[in-house]
Protein backbone atom coordinates (compact mmCIF):
# COMPACT_ATOMS: atom_id res chain seq x y z
CA UNK A 1 0.00 0.00 0.00
CA UNK A 2 1.09 3.61 -1.01
CA UNK A 3 2.05 6.03 1.70
CA UNK A 4 -0.45 8.75 2.44
CA UNK A 5 1.11 11.78 2.60
CA UNK A 6 -1.03 15.36 2.73
CA UNK A 7 -1.36 17.20 -0.03
CA UNK A 8 -1.78 20.84 -0.30
CA UNK A 9 -5.04 20.78 -2.86
CA UNK A 10 -6.28 24.82 -2.64
CA UNK A 11 -5.61 27.76 -1.10
CA UNK A 12 -6.98 31.30 -0.43
CA UNK A 13 -5.57 34.77 1.07
CA UNK A 14 -7.22 38.25 2.09
CA UNK A 15 -5.71 41.40 3.39
CA UNK A 16 -7.73 44.31 3.81
CA UNK A 17 -8.28 47.31 1.44
CA UNK A 18 -6.79 50.24 3.91
CA UNK A 19 -3.17 50.51 2.67
CA UNK A 20 -0.99 52.27 5.59
CA UNK A 21 1.53 53.94 3.57
CA UNK A 22 5.32 54.65 4.97
CA UNK A 23 4.39 58.22 4.44
CA UNK A 24 1.23 57.92 6.52
CA UNK A 25 3.50 56.76 9.41
CA UNK A 26 5.85 59.43 8.89
CA UNK A 27 2.85 61.65 9.93
CA UNK A 28 2.65 59.53 13.16
CA UNK A 29 6.08 59.12 13.96
CA UNK A 30 9.14 59.83 13.84
CA UNK A 31 10.40 57.67 10.66
CA UNK A 32 10.50 58.10 6.40
CA UNK A 33 10.08 56.10 3.61
CA UNK A 34 13.73 55.58 2.91
CA UNK A 35 14.82 54.65 6.42
CA UNK A 36 11.80 51.96 6.95
CA UNK A 37 12.47 50.88 3.17
CA UNK A 38 16.02 50.50 3.58
CA UNK A 39 16.19 48.60 6.54
CA UNK A 40 12.84 46.42 6.21
CA UNK A 41 11.25 46.09 2.73
CA UNK A 42 8.40 47.21 3.74
CA UNK A 43 6.80 50.41 1.61
CA UNK A 44 3.15 50.13 2.97
CA UNK A 45 1.21 47.10 5.50
CA UNK A 46 -3.09 46.27 5.33
CA UNK A 47 -4.64 47.36 8.15
CA UNK A 48 -8.55 46.19 8.95
CA UNK A 49 -10.40 49.12 9.38
CA UNK A 50 -14.15 48.35 12.15
CA UNK A 51 -15.55 48.01 15.35
CA UNK A 52 -16.09 44.76 16.50
CA UNK A 53 -13.64 43.01 13.68
CA UNK A 54 -11.26 40.01 14.72
CA UNK A 55 -8.86 37.29 13.01
CA UNK A 56 -12.02 35.57 12.20
CA UNK A 57 -13.36 38.29 9.52
CA UNK A 58 -10.03 37.98 8.14
CA UNK A 59 -10.08 34.88 7.54
CA UNK A 60 -13.43 34.06 6.12
CA UNK A 61 -12.93 35.35 2.94
CA UNK A 62 -9.54 33.39 2.70
CA UNK A 63 -11.83 30.37 3.41
CA UNK A 64 -14.43 31.13 1.18
CA UNK A 65 -12.31 31.18 -1.70
CA UNK A 66 -11.00 27.63 -1.13
CA UNK A 67 -14.64 27.00 -0.69
CA UNK A 68 -15.52 27.91 -3.88
CA UNK A 69 -12.02 27.04 -5.78
CA UNK A 70 -13.10 23.09 -4.98
CA UNK A 71 -17.19 23.37 -4.91
CA UNK A 72 -16.64 21.93 -1.58
CA UNK A 73 -19.26 21.13 1.11
CA UNK A 74 -17.84 22.71 4.68
CA UNK A 75 -19.87 19.75 6.25
CA UNK A 76 -17.36 17.49 4.45
CA UNK A 77 -14.44 19.54 6.88
CA UNK A 78 -13.33 17.31 9.60
CA UNK A 79 -10.74 19.45 10.79
CA UNK A 80 -10.02 23.58 11.38
CA UNK A 81 -6.61 24.51 12.67
CA UNK A 82 -5.84 28.37 13.00
CA UNK A 83 -1.88 29.67 13.56
CA UNK A 84 -2.79 32.88 15.13
CA UNK A 85 -1.35 34.86 18.12
CA UNK A 86 -4.55 37.27 17.59
CA UNK A 87 -7.37 35.33 18.21
CA UNK A 88 -10.98 36.91 18.61
CA UNK A 89 -10.83 36.58 21.89
CA UNK A 90 -8.80 34.02 24.63
CA UNK A 91 -11.75 31.55 24.27
CA UNK A 92 -13.24 30.19 22.20
CA UNK A 93 -11.10 29.35 19.93
CA UNK A 94 -10.71 31.46 16.82
CA UNK A 95 -11.14 28.29 15.02
CA UNK A 96 -14.23 26.94 16.48
CA UNK A 97 -15.79 30.59 15.58
CA UNK A 98 -14.53 29.92 11.98
CA UNK A 99 -15.95 26.93 12.01
CA UNK A 100 -19.75 28.22 12.74
CA UNK A 101 -19.43 30.88 10.33
CA UNK A 102 -18.74 29.07 7.19
CA UNK A 103 -21.09 26.23 8.65
CA UNK A 104 -18.64 23.45 9.21
CA UNK A 105 -20.63 21.66 12.24
CA UNK A 106 -18.96 18.24 11.41
CA UNK A 107 -15.36 19.84 11.88
CA UNK A 108 -13.85 19.95 14.95
CA UNK A 109 -10.50 22.41 15.53
CA UNK A 110 -8.31 24.44 17.56
CA UNK A 111 -5.88 27.33 17.91
CA UNK A 112 -1.90 27.11 17.47
CA UNK A 113 0.25 30.41 19.56
CA UNK A 114 3.82 29.84 17.72
CA UNK A 115 3.63 33.94 16.41
CA UNK A 116 5.39 34.16 12.84
CA UNK A 117 5.57 30.45 12.99
CA UNK A 118 2.01 29.83 13.68
CA UNK A 119 1.41 28.54 9.85
CA UNK A 120 4.41 26.29 10.16
CA UNK A 121 3.52 24.39 13.62
CA UNK A 122 -0.45 24.17 12.05
CA UNK A 123 0.64 22.44 9.12
CA UNK A 124 2.78 20.06 10.21
CA UNK A 125 0.08 19.23 12.85
CA UNK A 126 -2.86 19.40 9.87
CA UNK A 127 -0.50 17.48 7.94
CA UNK A 128 -0.20 14.79 10.69
CA UNK A 129 -3.80 14.19 10.92
CA UNK A 130 -4.22 13.57 6.85
CA UNK A 131 -1.43 11.11 7.31
CA UNK A 132 -2.91 9.33 10.05
CA UNK A 133 -5.75 8.04 7.73
CA UNK A 134 -8.40 9.12 10.35
CA UNK A 135 -9.26 12.64 8.73
CA UNK A 136 -9.40 13.73 4.61
CA UNK A 137 -10.39 17.41 4.61
CA UNK A 138 -8.39 19.72 7.18
CA UNK A 139 -8.33 23.14 6.64
CA UNK A 140 -4.58 25.33 7.82
CA UNK A 141 -5.53 28.87 8.69
CA UNK A 142 -2.66 31.28 9.48
CA UNK A 143 -4.19 34.92 10.32
CA UNK A 144 -3.06 38.02 12.18
CA UNK A 145 -4.61 41.24 12.61
CA UNK A 146 -1.28 42.61 14.54
CA UNK A 147 -2.54 46.12 14.05
CA UNK A 148 -4.63 45.12 17.15
CA UNK A 149 -1.71 44.49 19.36
CA UNK A 150 0.55 47.19 17.77
CA UNK A 151 1.58 50.46 19.83
CA UNK A 152 1.19 53.50 16.58
CA UNK A 153 3.66 55.82 18.77
CA UNK A 154 6.46 52.56 19.22
CA UNK A 155 8.59 53.34 16.17
CA UNK A 156 10.31 50.21 16.12
CA UNK A 157 7.81 48.26 16.22
CA UNK A 158 4.60 49.87 14.02
CA UNK A 159 6.43 49.59 10.37
CA UNK A 160 6.63 46.72 10.91
CA UNK A 161 3.32 44.89 11.26
CA UNK A 162 0.42 44.20 9.36
CA UNK A 163 -3.17 42.50 8.75
CA UNK A 164 -4.17 39.40 6.57
CA UNK A 165 -4.71 35.96 6.53
CA UNK A 166 -4.06 33.05 4.26
CA UNK A 167 -5.27 28.97 4.16
CA UNK A 168 -4.75 26.29 2.51
CA UNK A 169 -6.90 22.68 2.28
CA UNK A 170 -5.11 19.15 3.19
CA UNK A 171 -6.11 16.41 1.56
CA UNK A 172 -4.80 12.48 1.37
CA UNK A 173 -2.69 11.67 -1.79
CA UNK A 174 -0.49 8.65 -2.73
CA UNK A 175 1.16 10.24 -5.81
CA UNK A 176 4.30 11.25 -3.77
CA UNK A 177 3.37 14.92 -3.79
CA UNK A 178 2.75 16.59 -0.57
CA UNK A 179 4.20 17.53 2.60
CA UNK A 180 7.57 15.73 2.55
CA UNK A 181 9.18 16.67 5.41
CA UNK A 182 9.51 19.28 8.67
CA UNK A 183 11.81 20.47 11.23
CA UNK A 184 10.26 22.69 13.91
CA UNK A 185 11.96 24.21 16.62
CA UNK A 186 11.53 26.47 19.92
CA UNK A 187 13.57 28.24 22.83
CA UNK A 188 11.65 29.50 25.32
CA UNK A 189 14.86 31.56 26.51
CA UNK A 190 13.77 34.20 23.15
CA UNK A 191 10.40 35.67 24.68
CA UNK A 192 12.90 38.00 26.86
CA UNK A 193 13.31 39.47 23.28
CA UNK A 194 10.07 39.46 21.72
CA UNK A 195 6.67 39.51 23.52
CA UNK A 196 3.24 40.77 24.78
CA UNK A 197 3.64 41.28 28.79
CA UNK A 198 0.33 41.50 29.89
CA UNK A 199 -3.04 39.67 29.10
CA UNK A 200 -1.93 36.40 30.48
CA UNK A 201 -2.46 34.54 33.68
CA UNK A 202 0.87 35.94 35.25
CA UNK A 203 -0.44 39.73 34.63
CA UNK A 204 -3.78 39.99 34.01
CA UNK A 205 -5.29 42.86 32.51
CA UNK A 206 -6.01 45.77 35.32
CA UNK A 207 -6.02 49.69 34.43
CA UNK A 208 -2.44 50.06 35.51
CA UNK A 209 -1.37 47.22 32.57
CA UNK A 210 -3.26 49.00 29.82
CA UNK A 211 -2.08 52.46 31.37
CA UNK A 212 1.95 51.15 30.71
CA UNK A 213 0.53 49.92 27.50
CA UNK A 214 1.84 46.04 28.69
CA UNK A 215 -0.45 44.74 25.66
CA UNK A 216 1.60 45.58 22.87
CA UNK A 217 4.48 43.95 21.17
CA UNK A 218 7.72 44.41 22.83
CA UNK A 219 10.73 43.52 20.56
CA UNK A 220 14.30 44.10 20.89
CA UNK A 221 15.22 44.40 17.28
CA UNK A 222 18.28 43.72 16.84
CA UNK A 223 18.34 40.50 19.01
CA UNK A 224 15.44 39.44 17.39
CA UNK A 225 17.39 39.88 14.10
CA UNK A 226 20.64 37.84 14.74
CA UNK A 227 18.80 35.16 15.99
CA UNK A 228 16.17 35.18 13.06
CA UNK A 229 18.98 35.20 10.83
CA UNK A 230 21.08 32.17 12.35
CA UNK A 231 17.56 30.42 12.98
CA UNK A 232 15.84 30.36 9.70
CA UNK A 233 19.11 30.18 7.24
CA UNK A 234 20.18 27.22 9.24
CA UNK A 235 16.80 25.14 9.66
CA UNK A 236 16.28 25.91 5.38
CA UNK A 237 19.76 24.83 4.73
CA UNK A 238 19.43 21.80 7.44
CA UNK A 239 16.02 20.54 5.51
CA UNK A 240 17.71 20.43 2.74
CA UNK A 241 20.90 18.62 3.64
CA UNK A 242 18.16 16.11 5.52
CA UNK A 243 16.37 15.22 2.07
CA UNK A 244 19.22 15.75 -0.25
CA UNK A 245 18.36 18.71 -2.14
CA UNK A 246 20.45 21.11 -3.61
CA UNK A 247 19.92 24.33 -4.78
CA UNK A 248 18.80 23.18 -8.46
CA UNK A 249 15.90 20.95 -6.69
CA UNK A 250 14.18 23.49 -4.77
CA UNK A 251 12.11 25.56 -7.07
CA UNK A 252 10.85 28.35 -4.47
CA UNK A 253 11.52 29.29 -1.10
CA UNK A 254 8.93 30.40 0.90
CA UNK A 255 9.41 32.59 3.76
CA UNK A 256 8.12 34.24 6.20
CA UNK A 257 8.26 38.25 5.70
CA UNK A 258 9.88 40.03 8.75
CA UNK A 259 12.84 41.45 7.04
CA UNK A 260 13.86 41.53 3.09
CA UNK A 261 17.86 41.70 4.82
CA UNK A 262 16.50 37.89 6.59
CA UNK A 263 15.17 36.40 3.61
CA UNK A 264 18.33 37.46 1.54
CA UNK A 265 20.18 35.56 4.28
CA UNK A 266 18.02 32.55 4.24
CA UNK A 267 18.23 32.22 0.49
CA UNK A 268 22.10 32.69 0.10
CA UNK A 269 22.31 30.40 2.56
CA UNK A 270 20.18 27.56 0.43
CA UNK A 271 22.07 28.81 -2.69
CA UNK A 272 19.06 30.05 -4.22
CA UNK A 273 19.45 33.02 -6.33
CA UNK A 274 16.28 36.54 -5.29
CA UNK A 275 14.15 34.90 -8.69
CA UNK A 276 13.38 31.38 -6.90
CA UNK A 277 12.29 33.73 -3.88
CA UNK A 278 8.43 34.59 -2.81
CA UNK A 279 8.67 38.36 -1.67
CA UNK A 280 5.53 40.19 -0.91
CA UNK A 281 6.88 42.18 2.55
CA UNK A 282 6.60 45.54 0.49
CA UNK A 283 2.93 45.21 -0.16
CA UNK A 284 1.80 43.54 3.39
CA UNK A 285 4.92 44.09 5.94
CA UNK A 286 4.46 41.14 8.71
CA UNK A 287 1.13 39.76 8.92
CA UNK A 288 2.72 36.78 11.03
CA UNK A 289 0.65 33.76 10.93
CA UNK A 290 -0.47 34.97 7.71
CA UNK A 291 2.73 35.74 5.54
CA UNK A 292 3.74 32.31 4.04
CA UNK A 293 -0.01 31.16 2.63
CA UNK A 294 -0.60 34.65 1.80
CA UNK A 295 3.00 34.54 -0.21
CA UNK A 296 1.14 30.86 -1.85
CA UNK A 297 -1.86 32.57 -2.33
CA UNK A 298 -0.18 35.03 -4.70
CA UNK A 299 2.38 32.33 -6.38
CA UNK A 300 -0.29 29.62 -6.89
CA UNK A 301 -0.72 30.29 -10.68
CA UNK A 302 2.98 29.80 -11.06
CA UNK A 303 3.52 26.76 -8.75
CA UNK A 304 3.79 23.36 -11.27
CA UNK A 305 3.04 19.87 -10.06
CA UNK A 306 6.22 18.39 -8.81
CA UNK A 307 7.38 21.79 -7.98
CA UNK A 308 9.90 21.13 -4.78
CA UNK A 309 9.07 24.34 -1.61
CA UNK A 310 10.77 25.60 1.08
CA UNK A 311 8.71 26.56 3.95
CA UNK A 312 10.78 28.87 5.95
CA UNK A 313 9.90 30.91 9.43
CA UNK A 314 10.96 32.63 12.66
CA UNK A 315 8.46 34.22 15.62
CA UNK A 316 8.53 34.71 19.22
CA UNK A 317 9.17 31.98 21.46
CA UNK A 318 11.59 32.15 19.63
CA UNK A 319 9.82 29.65 17.24
CA UNK A 320 11.10 28.63 13.88
CA UNK A 321 11.55 25.87 11.51
CA UNK A 322 11.06 24.65 7.98
CA UNK A 323 8.65 22.41 5.56
CA UNK A 324 9.24 20.47 2.48
CA UNK A 325 6.67 20.78 0.43
CA UNK A 326 6.30 18.90 -3.18
CA UNK A 327 3.28 20.72 -4.49
CA UNK A 328 0.41 18.41 -5.68
CA UNK A 329 -1.31 20.90 -8.51
CA UNK A 330 -1.10 22.56 -11.75
CA UNK A 331 -3.33 25.44 -11.74
CA UNK A 332 -5.71 25.84 -14.66
Known amino acids: MSKITAAITAVGGYVPEYRLTNKELETMVETNDEWIRTRTGISERRILKGAGKGSSDLALPAIQ???KKKNLDPLEIDCIIVGTVTPDMVFPA???IIAAKIGATNAWGFDVS??????LYSLTTGATFIESGRYKKVLVVGVDKMSAIVDYTDRATCIIFGDGAGAVLLEPSIDETGIKDSILKSDGKGAEYLHMKAGGSREPATIETVQAKKHFIYQEGKAVFKHAVEGM???SAEIMKQNSLGADDV????PHQANLRIIDATANRMGLPREKVMINIQKYGNTTAATIPLCLWEWEKQ????DN???AAFGGG???GATWVKWSYDTK
Open 65 to 67: EII
Open 309 to 311: LIL
Open 303 to 306: LKKG
Open 94 to 96: TAN
Open 114 to 119: AACSGF
Open 233 to 235: ADV
Open 318 to 320: FTW
Open 251 to 254: AWLV
